[in-house]
T-cell receptor
Framework: AQSVTQLDSQVPVFEEAPVELRCNYS??????LFWYVQYPNQGLQLLLK??????LVESINGFEAEFNKSQTSFHLRKPSVHISDTAEYFC??????????FGTGTRLKVLA | DGGITQSPKYLFRKEGQNVTLSCEQNLNHDAMYWYRQDPGQGLRLIYYSQIVNDFQKGDIAEGYSVSREKKESFPLTVTSAQKNPTAFYLCASSAKGAVHGNTEAFFGQGTRLTVV
């Protein structure tokens, strides 16, 4: 089946602590992978993407994700989170030419 | 600024009525999409369109209809046949599809539909 799996529905973490949001994809999903962030009542914003090349990709606000083909994973990490990082994060892949497949999302709650 | 505009942001509908959600993009993208978002279920694809005058059903098309008469517009109609229409609806577009290169999906700000 074509799927993108985010095992953690909610992740609480204290401010300035590191965080990892997990994402696994099925082998039938093309290896074009994305992380999006969604703030309440807003649309999704692209955080970072992997299309090819270096397996480690970075965003401008300190997040990074590593593509791991052997483990079919694309986990999102940040070494030190801020209160403003509180949001829902979606991992996505591609099925076929046009169809994007989204995980069910992980709610990151940063605690003071 | 280029982007995707969805309107209205909030919409209330009585049971049995059809309602149309607007989605307009000025990114010159070929592909457009409609997703439905429910708590804990992520995004589910309703319809997508690869090119003007062509569209395909997604995973949950029943009770919805679309049209693509212009490249920049992809309205979604929620019909009375949709049994549980209350949800957050997201429109997106992409240049040509991810497999062609730098073609992630860009999203609008969403429309929250409530049936009263």
């Amino acid at each position: 089946a074509q799927s993108v799996t985010q095992l953690d529905s909610q992740v609480p973490v204290f401010e300035e602590a590191p965080v990892e949001l997990r994402c696994n994809y099925s082998s039938s999903v093309s290896v074009y992978l994305f992380w999006y962030v969604q703030y309440p009542n807003q649309g999704l914003q692209l955080l970072l993407k992997y299309l090819s090349g270096s397996t480690l990709v970075e965003s401008i606000n300190g997040f990074e994700a590593e593509f791991n083909k052997s483990q079919t994973s694309f986990h999102l990490r940040k070494p030190s989170v801020h209160i403003s990082d509180t949001a829902e994060y979606f991992c996505a892949g591609v099925s076929g030419t046009y169809k994007y497949i989204f995980g069910t999302g992980t709610r990151l709650k940063v605690l003071a | 600024d280029g982007g995707i505009t969805q309107s209205p942001k909030y919409l209330f509908r009585k049971e049995g009525q059809n309602v149309t959600l607007s989605c307009e993009q000025n990114l010159n993208h070929d592909a457009m999409y409609w997703y439905r978002q429910d708590p804990g279920q992520g995004l589910r694809l309703i319809y997508y369109s690869q090119i003007v005058n062509d569209f395909q059903k997604g995973d949950i098309a029943e009770g919805y209809s679309v049209s693509r008469e212009k490249k920049e517009s992809f309205p979604l109609t929620v019909t009375s046949a949709q049994k549980n229409p209350t949800a957050f609806y997201l429109c997106a577009s992409s240049a040509k599809g991810a497999v062609h290169g730098n073609t992630e999906a860009f999203f609008g700000q969403g429309t929250r539909l409530t049936v009263v």
